[in-house]
């Protein structure tokens, strides 16, 4: 059952990515904030991943989804603040144990690297996988 808001936001790179996502979480009944790009014009994607920052840490979203063109680039610009735990992710594999050990709240995709099939697989794991929490607690709260 969905919970908290999901925001989603793209590079001009990953609007195409982003959009399909962005339907698929609708049509899961989840509450979705998308903070942008709105079209495949060249765009900043730092810009981005401060949105989504600012989301997650004023409690707008629970967790995010964050697309660019390797997912790469937008990760690092999101993981500039302490809030955010965003992990770059290629398969239901990496997504399960970004969750299960990392406890990431933004996941993050590569347009040009995953396809849209193997993105709404991750996109799924990792809103469905719960934190293991015990010996990863520490670890965790290093980041931050």
Known sequence: ???????VASD?????????????????????LDLGTDSTQSVDYPDFGLAM????????AEKGVL????????SMAANRHRHVRAA???????????????????????AR??????????LKVFLTTDFEGGRHENRVAKLG
């Open 67 to 74: 697309v660019c063109g390797t997912g790469i680039g937008i």
């Open 113 to 122: 690297l995953t396809g849209a099939d193997v993105a709404k697989d991750c």
């Open 88 to 110: 770059v992710v290629h398969d239901v594999t990496s997504a399960r144990l970004t969750r299960l050990h990392n406890n990431a709240n933004v996941l993050c995709l590569g």
């Open 53 to 60: 920052a600012d989301a997650v840490a004023s409690g707008q």
């Open 12 to 32: 001009h790179a990953g609007f195409d990515l982003k959009e399909i996502l962005k339907r698929d979480l609708q049509e899961a009944g989840h509450d979705v």
């Open 1 to 7: 059952m969905p919970g908290g808001a999901i925001a």
